[in-house]
């Protein structure tokens, strides 16, 4: 069966250090990957898409990396801040039939702590 | 520029009642979508219009419609809401990203 899976325990880290989100799929062969924040009470925002022929992209303090052969992509975030907590979602970007169908995965949880 | 507005923020409907959620983007982007939020679990896709006068289903369509009333608005019906359709419902817009707006809390009792 199709599967993108999430870390569903919340991810504690101390301010200063890397924090790094897995996502995994399964049976899914997407063209791009996209990552998103969520705060509480508000909707998701984009934070980057990653084509299946890209292994790195980076902003700012963000870095993804796309394995299409693992079926993984990592989300780290460097000198994380306590504003970095959020829940962050990944989101396989498959081309069907005229538009991009995205299958977004349930999200990890990161705190920071000062 | 406001984005993707939602209206309205909050709704608690009875077994059987109906409804219209609301939904216009600012950005002149062609494709809109209508999505549902339920804890554990990741959005899901309700309907979405690819263009202005399109409209087609996605994941999970039952007990929904929706209307594209132009190009910057797409409204989602619920005809006889049931406690299963208890969730929080995004509306999003896109050229490529999706861009979001911040939820109806619907609760059906």
């Known amino acids: 069966s199709q599967k993108i899976e999430q870390n569903s325990e919340a991810l504690n880290i101390q301010e200063g250090k890397t924090a790094t989100l897995t996502c995994n799929y399964t049976?899914?062969?997407?063209?791009?990957l996209q990552w998103y924040r969520q705060d509480p009470g508000r909707g998701p925002v984009f934070l980057l898409l990653i084509r299946e022929n890209e292994k790195e992209k980076r902003k700012e303090r963000l870095k993804v990396t796309f394995d299409t052969t693992l079926k993984q992509s990592l989300f780290h975030i460097t000198a994380s801040q306590p504003a970095d907590s959020a829940t962050y979602l990944c989101a396989l970007d498959m081309e069907s039939g005229g538009y991009n169908k995205l299958i977004f995965g349930a999200g990890t949880r990161l705190a920071v702590h000062p | 520029n406001a984005g993707v507005t939602q209206t309205p923020k909050f709704q608690v409907l009875k077994t059987g009642q109906s409804m219209t959620l609301q939904c216009a983007q600012d950005m002149n982007h062609n494709s809109m979508y209508w999505y549902r939020q339920d804890p554990g679990m990741g959005l899901r896709l309700i309907y979405y219009s690819a263009s202005e006068g399109t409209t087609d289903k996605g994941e999970v369509p039952n007990g929904y419609n929706v209307s594209r009333l132009n190009k910057r608005e797409f409204s989602l019906r619920l005809e006889s809401a049931a406690p299963s359709q208890t969730s929080v419902y995004f509306c999003?817009?896109?050229?490529?990203?999706?861009?979001f707006g911040n939820g109806t809390r619907l609760t059906v009792t």
């Open positions: 049976n899914y062969s997407p063209a791009y």
């Open positions: 999003a817009s896109s050229e490529d990203s999706r861009h």
